[in-house]
Nanobody, 124 residues
Framework: QAQLVESGGGLVQAGGSLRLSCAAS????????AGWFRQAPGKEQEFVAL????????RYAISVEGRSTISKDSAQNTLYLQMNELKPEDTAVYYC?????????????????WGQGTQVTVSS
């Protein structure tokens, strides 16, 4: 059974940075597409970023592109999301997820495995 555990969230001032981590067990980030989603209060869950199984292809939501970098450490089987120039609108619970294939679809329906989420709060 796959288990994804996020960490690294917290409270940060606008303009600051955070690095989120997602440790996986029972599932390798080198076998499937992996990514991050987020859900702000009162809003639907939305795609943030993904990385393919090889680590060579990345895709970002327009809202975070240029400010965020998704990466992974295969030896540690850990996924990361480095977020810079954080804005109050980045405040959300951030979820790590993996697909069951190597496609790059961003609809959450194609992502069967999820972590429990980590809270990111950006103060103005």
């Amino acid at each position: 059974q796959a288990q994804l555990v996020e960490s690294g969230g917290g409270l940060v001032q606008a303009g600051g940075s955070l690095r989120l981590s997602c440790a996986a067990s029972g599932r390798s980030f080198d076998d499937y597409t992996a990514g991050w989603f987020r859900q702000a209060p009162g809003k639907e869950q939305e795609f943030v970023a993904l990385i393919d199984w090889s680590g060579t292809y990345r895709r970002y939501a327009i809202s975070v592109e240029g400010r965020s970098t998704i990466s992974k450490d295969s030896a540690q089987n850990t996924l990361y999301l480095q977020m810079n120039e954080l804005k109050p609108e980045d405040t959300a619970v951030y979820y790590c997820a993996t697909r069951d294939d190597i496609l790059d679809g961003t609809s959450k329906s194609g992502w069967p495995f999820w972590g429990q989420g980590t809270q990111v709060t950006v103060s103005s």
